[in-house]
Protein backbone atom coordinates (compact mmCIF):
# COMPACT_ATOMS: atom_id res chain seq x y z
CA UNK A 1 0.00 0.00 0.00
CA UNK A 2 1.68 3.05 -1.03
CA UNK A 3 2.10 5.79 1.65
CA UNK A 4 1.54 8.70 -0.21
CA UNK A 5 -2.06 7.27 -0.57
CA UNK A 6 -2.09 6.50 3.34
CA UNK A 7 -1.04 10.37 4.00
CA UNK A 8 -3.70 11.73 1.34
CA UNK A 9 -6.39 9.93 2.42
CA UNK A 10 -5.00 10.51 6.66
CA UNK A 11 -5.22 14.76 5.21
CA UNK A 12 -9.09 13.85 4.03
CA UNK A 13 -9.84 12.56 7.56
CA UNK A 14 -8.78 15.95 9.20
CA UNK A 15 -10.66 18.01 6.73
CA UNK A 16 -14.20 16.05 6.43
CA UNK A 17 -13.47 16.51 10.61
CA UNK A 18 -11.93 19.71 10.48
CA UNK A 19 -15.43 21.31 11.75
CA UNK A 20 -15.58 19.19 14.98
CA UNK A 21 -13.53 21.26 17.90
CA UNK A 22 -16.10 23.43 19.34
CA UNK A 23 -18.45 23.18 16.23
CA UNK A 24 -19.38 25.67 13.92
CA UNK A 25 -20.07 29.45 14.27
CA UNK A 26 -23.34 30.12 16.09
CA UNK A 27 -24.10 33.37 14.42
CA UNK A 28 -27.47 32.53 13.65
CA UNK A 29 -28.77 33.55 10.24
CA UNK A 30 -25.32 35.30 9.21
CA UNK A 31 -25.94 36.90 5.56
CA UNK A 32 -28.28 34.93 4.72
CA UNK A 33 -31.81 36.62 3.48
CA UNK A 34 -33.95 32.98 3.45
CA UNK A 35 -32.88 32.60 7.11
CA UNK A 36 -34.01 35.61 8.51
CA UNK A 37 -37.06 35.21 7.27
CA UNK A 38 -37.44 31.90 8.87
CA UNK A 39 -39.07 31.39 12.50
CA UNK A 40 -37.03 29.95 14.89
CA UNK A 41 -38.62 26.33 15.30
CA UNK A 42 -38.01 26.38 11.29
CA UNK A 43 -34.38 27.58 11.35
CA UNK A 44 -34.02 24.65 14.28
CA UNK A 45 -35.35 22.47 12.28
CA UNK A 46 -33.70 23.32 8.99
CA UNK A 47 -30.38 23.22 11.30
CA UNK A 48 -30.73 19.82 12.22
CA UNK A 49 -31.44 18.10 8.94
CA UNK A 50 -28.93 19.95 7.67
CA UNK A 51 -26.70 18.75 10.38
CA UNK A 52 -27.68 14.57 9.26
CA UNK A 53 -26.91 15.60 5.96
CA UNK A 54 -23.14 17.30 6.86
CA UNK A 55 -22.77 13.85 8.90
CA UNK A 56 -23.62 11.65 5.75
CA UNK A 57 -21.11 14.09 3.69
CA UNK A 58 -18.68 13.11 6.24
CA UNK A 59 -19.01 9.65 6.31
CA UNK A 60 -19.21 9.25 2.10
CA UNK A 61 -15.68 10.67 3.09
CA UNK A 62 -14.82 7.60 4.73
CA UNK A 63 -16.27 5.21 2.94
CA UNK A 64 -14.74 5.97 0.06
CA UNK A 65 -11.52 6.84 1.79
CA UNK A 66 -11.34 3.15 2.79
CA UNK A 67 -12.33 1.54 -0.59
CA UNK A 68 -9.62 3.64 -2.29
CA UNK A 69 -7.12 2.34 0.56
CA UNK A 70 -8.10 -1.02 -0.13
CA UNK A 71 -8.82 -1.10 -4.32
CA UNK A 72 -5.78 -2.41 -6.26
CA UNK A 73 -7.08 -1.68 -9.85
CA UNK A 74 -5.83 1.76 -11.00
CA UNK A 75 -9.34 2.47 -13.05
CA UNK A 76 -11.04 2.01 -9.81
CA UNK A 77 -8.90 3.94 -7.42
CA UNK A 78 -9.26 6.52 -10.22
CA UNK A 79 -13.36 6.64 -10.14
CA UNK A 80 -13.12 6.24 -6.57
CA UNK A 81 -11.07 9.59 -6.43
CA UNK A 82 -13.32 11.30 -8.44
CA UNK A 83 -16.38 10.47 -6.90
CA UNK A 84 -14.98 11.39 -3.11
CA UNK A 85 -13.40 14.55 -4.39
CA UNK A 86 -16.71 15.86 -5.76
CA UNK A 87 -18.29 14.60 -2.77
CA UNK A 88 -15.85 16.81 -0.84
CA UNK A 89 -17.69 19.34 -1.90
CA UNK A 90 -21.45 18.39 -0.90
CA UNK A 91 -19.53 18.17 2.99
CA UNK A 92 -18.32 22.39 1.87
CA UNK A 93 -21.88 23.14 1.46
CA UNK A 94 -23.88 21.30 4.09
CA UNK A 95 -21.03 22.83 6.62
CA UNK A 96 -21.76 26.29 4.98
CA UNK A 97 -25.19 25.96 5.79
CA UNK A 98 -25.18 24.65 8.60
CA UNK A 99 -22.79 27.90 9.66
CA UNK A 100 -26.03 30.04 8.36
CA UNK A 101 -28.05 28.15 10.50
CA UNK A 102 -25.95 28.78 13.56
CA UNK A 103 -25.48 25.39 14.04
CA UNK A 104 -23.04 23.19 14.36
CA UNK A 105 -21.70 19.61 13.25
CA UNK A 106 -22.68 16.18 15.11
CA UNK A 107 -20.65 16.04 18.11
CA UNK A 108 -20.10 12.01 17.13
CA UNK A 109 -18.55 12.92 13.93
CA UNK A 110 -15.00 11.34 14.49
CA UNK A 111 -17.15 7.96 15.67
CA UNK A 112 -19.20 7.99 12.45
CA UNK A 113 -16.50 8.53 10.30
CA UNK A 114 -13.71 5.39 11.76
CA UNK A 115 -16.76 3.32 11.31
CA UNK A 116 -17.87 4.33 7.49
CA UNK A 117 -14.03 4.40 7.33
CA UNK A 118 -13.90 0.35 7.99
CA UNK A 119 -16.78 -0.09 6.34
CA UNK A 120 -15.42 1.04 3.19
CA UNK A 121 -12.20 -0.63 3.55
CA UNK A 122 -13.70 -4.19 3.82
CA UNK A 123 -16.04 -3.49 0.91
CA UNK A 124 -13.12 -2.29 -1.07
CA UNK A 125 -11.12 -5.49 -0.39
CA UNK A 126 -13.61 -7.88 -1.87
CA UNK A 127 -13.22 -6.94 -5.28
CA UNK A 128 -14.15 -4.34 -8.11
CA UNK A 129 -17.75 -6.26 -8.64
CA UNK A 130 -18.66 -5.75 -5.06
CA UNK A 131 -16.68 -2.73 -4.37
CA UNK A 132 -18.97 -0.82 -6.87
CA UNK A 133 -21.77 -2.67 -5.96
CA UNK A 134 -21.54 -0.75 -2.54
CA UNK A 135 -20.67 2.41 -4.20
CA UNK A 136 -23.93 1.95 -6.00
CA UNK A 137 -25.91 0.74 -3.29
CA UNK A 138 -24.75 3.70 -0.83
CA UNK A 139 -25.61 6.55 -3.67
CA UNK A 140 -28.94 4.56 -4.34
CA UNK A 141 -29.83 4.89 -0.50
CA UNK A 142 -28.23 8.65 0.14
CA UNK A 143 -30.58 9.76 -3.47
CA UNK A 144 -33.81 8.17 -1.30
CA UNK A 145 -32.44 10.02 1.90
CA UNK A 146 -32.19 13.10 0.05
CA UNK A 147 -35.36 13.19 -1.24
CA UNK A 148 -37.17 12.67 1.99
CA UNK A 149 -35.18 15.40 3.68
CA UNK A 150 -36.09 17.63 0.79
CA UNK A 151 -39.95 17.19 1.47
CA UNK A 152 -38.86 17.81 5.20
CA UNK A 153 -37.31 20.98 5.35
CA UNK A 154 -39.52 24.33 5.99
CA UNK A 155 -40.97 25.72 2.82
CA UNK A 156 -39.29 28.83 3.17
CA UNK A 157 -36.09 27.43 3.58
CA UNK A 158 -34.86 27.08 -0.36
CA UNK A 159 -31.28 27.39 -0.12
CA UNK A 160 -30.77 24.33 2.00
CA UNK A 161 -33.73 22.88 -0.93
CA UNK A 162 -31.66 23.73 -3.35
CA UNK A 163 -28.14 21.95 -2.22
CA UNK A 164 -29.89 18.83 -1.16
CA UNK A 165 -31.51 18.93 -4.75
CA UNK A 166 -28.08 19.88 -6.40
CA UNK A 167 -26.46 16.50 -4.05
CA UNK A 168 -29.07 14.82 -5.45
CA UNK A 169 -27.94 14.64 -9.04
CA UNK A 170 -24.51 13.77 -8.38
CA UNK A 171 -25.50 10.94 -6.04
CA UNK A 172 -27.45 9.70 -9.00
CA UNK A 173 -24.93 10.07 -11.09
CA UNK A 174 -22.33 8.67 -9.33
CA UNK A 175 -24.19 5.56 -8.66
CA UNK A 176 -24.73 5.32 -12.60
CA UNK A 177 -20.82 5.09 -12.70
CA UNK A 178 -20.18 2.50 -10.35
CA UNK A 179 -22.81 0.13 -12.38
CA UNK A 180 -21.52 0.93 -15.39
CA UNK A 181 -17.77 0.30 -14.14
CA UNK A 182 -19.12 -3.13 -13.78
CA UNK A 183 -20.69 -2.98 -10.09
CA UNK A 184 -22.66 -6.04 -8.68
CA UNK A 185 -26.38 -5.68 -6.93
CA UNK A 186 -25.43 -6.63 -3.11
CA UNK A 187 -27.19 -9.12 -1.36
CA UNK A 188 -30.16 -8.05 0.73
CA UNK A 189 -28.78 -9.29 3.82
CA UNK A 190 -25.58 -6.18 3.27
CA UNK A 191 -28.35 -3.43 1.94
CA UNK A 192 -30.45 -3.96 4.99
CA UNK A 193 -27.23 -3.70 7.05
CA UNK A 194 -26.21 -0.67 5.24
CA UNK A 195 -29.84 1.11 5.67
CA UNK A 196 -30.08 0.33 9.49
CA UNK A 197 -26.38 1.98 9.87
CA UNK A 198 -27.88 5.19 8.31
CA UNK A 199 -30.82 5.20 9.89
CA UNK A 200 -29.10 5.10 13.19
CA UNK A 201 -26.39 7.60 12.15
CA UNK A 202 -29.29 9.54 11.16
CA UNK A 203 -31.42 9.45 14.49
CA UNK A 204 -28.07 10.31 16.44
CA UNK A 205 -27.38 13.16 14.34
CA UNK A 206 -30.39 14.63 14.40
CA UNK A 207 -30.35 15.59 18.13
CA UNK A 208 -26.38 15.36 18.93
Not at 123 to 148: M, P, R
Not at 153 to 161: G, I
Not at 166 to 172: H, L, S
Request: proline letters at 3%; charged letters at 30%.
Amino acid sequence: MPTDRIITEFDRALKALRQFEGGLDKNTNKGDDCSREMSANEVAESGALMRVNHTGEVCAQALYSGQLISARDPCIQDLLFQVVEEEASHLEMTGNRLSELGERTSRLDPFFYTGAFLLGFVAGSFGNKWSLGFVAETEKQVAEHLDDYINRLPNVDQKSRSILKEMKEDEIRHGDQAVRYGGSELPEPVKNFMSFSALLMKKISYRL
